[in-house]
């Protein structure tokens, strides 16, 4: 008898969450109020932000990252502090505003799961920070020709800055922005920050209203950022403090410890099953828009499960419509069955070949009584197949059907088909933009 997984999962955001740059991640950010009109009063920068000449570019750093910033940050004695759930990021922000943690599980470029951050921190008149971290974020942009003036910067630990500035793209318009950089990188409204060695990268922005201004002269945009708005936001983004962690680190409630490996969850596209996957595992999605038969169209979920040196090893599909498979031979046997959130069931089995070693498979059913697991269960408006196309003995390293079932892959395998939890059966939802 194996003994059951420890349990230590938390309610989560499971679909991947996209932020683009209606967010403002990697984008300029407008940090509030209407333009001033030329001649109006500038404002004047709160203690500790150093103003720099109308025109200039950043100057080079005094500091390389590590050591200390080009100025003291002074962080806030008073405030909230809000922290990452994995705590890759901590920044203290004003008593009051408002946090929107939408950070989650998302399948990076290599199939693995990893956990990603996104926050957005609102303040009392929709002004807002917005902070993401994790393996994809501030992919490099394309290169331009576009000219940059930095109009304010405070130092901040770690060889980092908080910078106001300004670009000018070759339309000839000046956009204004406020984000977090290195003190040793050209202001840039796509930088992000990133260390060596470290495959996770940090994005920190400051603004208010969904569309960034442009404005026609220097001068404009300079004024735009010298308002106060700006200098207690650069007050705010000084107090931030990265910790390099590993890229995969998850926070202390999500998963499921099984045998020593972590499973983290996985949903479909639009939402229609969720599953629990082991961390090394590799996920390719591969759902499309279909053709309905009466008009109109339906999303097809197909997830295939990888060991991590790339063996497929199950495949989830669902759609209207599918069709049971087969035994793959005569002499079946079924080892272990467990059941799912559904009722239904997941199942181990073997078929045995003489003089040769045996094929070996998992399989979802609903036809109980040690009947063959065809791998499909229906109802009335969506199939789900969840199994493992037939492997031979010298795929999972078994010269026998028990050596199968006492296998640790077996267990892994068993243990995700039977985690399979039925969402929605609505093939007609789309996955989110």
């Given at each position: ?15 991947a969450?996209?932020?683009?740059l ?20 500038q ?10 000449p ?10 390389a ?51 990603t ?15 993401a ?19 304010a ?47 996770r ?10 569309e ?11 004024a ?12 705010v983004?000084a107090?931030?403090r ?66 991590p ?13 599918l ?12 080892g272990?069955?467990?059941?799912t ?87 007609a ?5």
């Amino acid at each position: 008898m194996r003994t059951p997984p420890r349990r230590r999962v938390a309610t989560i955001t499971l679909a991947a969450i996209a932020f683009g740059l209606a967010t403002g991640l990697g984008a300029c950010a407008q940090v509030g109020g209407p333009p001033p009109a030329p001649g109006e009063s500038q404002g004047v920068p709160s203690p500790g932000v150093e103003p720099v000449p109308s025109g200039s570019r950043s100057a080079e750093p005094s500091a390389a990252p590590g050591s200390s910033p080009t100025a003291t940050p002074t962080p806030a004695a008073d405030g909230t502090e809000v922290a990452t759930r994995n705590g890759t990021m901590r920044i203290r922000v004003p008593e009051g505003w408002q946090v929107d943690d939408r950070s989650g599980l998302e399948v990076g470029a290599e199939g693995r799961q990893q956990w990603t951050n996104r926050l957005i921190v609102t303040g009392p008149s929709g002004e807002r920070f917005v902070y993401a971290d994790g393996h994809d974020v501030g992919a490099p942009p394309e290169t331009t020709d576009a000219r940059a003036g930095v109009v304010a910067r405070r130092g901040v630990a770690g060889g980092l800055i908080a910078v106001a500035f300004w670009e000018q793209p070759p339309d000839g318009m000046f956009v204004p922005c406020v984000a977090l950089l290195r003190a040793d990188a050209e202001p840039s409204s796509a930088g992000t920050v990133a260390f060596h060695g470290v495959e996770r990268a940090h994005a920190l922005t400051f603004w208010i209203e969904e569309e960034t201004p442009r404005f026609a002269t220097q001068a404009q945009v300079e004024a735009y950022l010298a308002q106060p708005a700006v200098a207690g936001a650069l007050d705010v983004m000084a107090t931030v403090r990265l910790d390099l962690v590993d890229p995969f680190a998850l926070p202390a409630d999500v998963g499921v410890v099984a045998g020593g490996t972590t499973l983290l969850p996985f949903e479909t596209a639009n939402g229609t099953s969720s599953m629990l996957v082991p961390m090394e595992w590799r996920i390719d999605v591969a759902g499309e828009r279909v053709a309905a038969a009466g008009g109109g169209e339906l999303w097809r979920n197909r997830v295939t499960l990888a060991l991590p040196d790339g063996t497929a090893v199950l495949v989830y599909a669902d759609e209207a419509h599918l069709s049971p498979g087969a035994p793959p031979g005569p002499q079946w046997r079924i080892g272990e069955v467990r059941p799912t959130a559904d009722n239904w069931e997941a199942a181990s089995w073997a078929v045995e070949q003489e003089g040769d070693r045996p094929f070996v498979g998992i399989g979802l059913t609903d036809a109980g009584g040690g009947q063959w697991p065809h791998g499909t269960v229906c109802r009335p408006t969506l199939c789900r197949a969840f199994g493992s196309a037939p492997l031979t003995g010298d795929d999972v390293g078994a010269e026998h059907a028990v050596a199968w079932f006492d296998s640790e892959l077996e267990e892994l395998m068993l243990l995700t088909v039977a985690s399979l939890d039925a969402l929605h059966d609505d093939p007609a939802r789309m996955p989110p933009d």
